[in-house]
């Protein structure tokens, strides 16, 4: 069975970026079987350059572009990740789960840290669910 997962951050092109990256990464290692999305409710144009080039420096390729949530991302979307959004901003009635990372802006290694760990323990928690 796939998960769908919906990683949410206000740009929809830092956070949110980096998230799905990672949680690509963490879920073929498993062979796991999962959708992945990212959206935000205010996207910038493009991704944040500084995140892309620090995920392809850690030998990742970024497949996924800022653009904004719609009502079909959460009712589709089996986990909705927010990292750093307003949940009012958010369409859904659907539970969010909120990750609390440094802001990319003050702290980049950080906050991918601090992503990625999160990632990690995610697809753990899906990997050995029954």
Known sequence: MTT???FICPHSAGKSLAAATYFRASTARRNM??????AGPEPDEVNMPNVADALAKQG??????????????TSQADLLISIGCDHDSIPTDKAIIEWDVPLISR???GSLQAIHERCEALAAQLHDRP
């Open 4 to 6: 769908n997962v919906l």
């Open 33 to 38: 079987a999962v959708s992945i999305a990212v």
């Open 60 to 73: 990742f390729a970024v497949d996924w572009h800022p653009r904004r949530i719609a009502a079909a991302d």
């Open 107 to 109: 702290d980049l290694f």
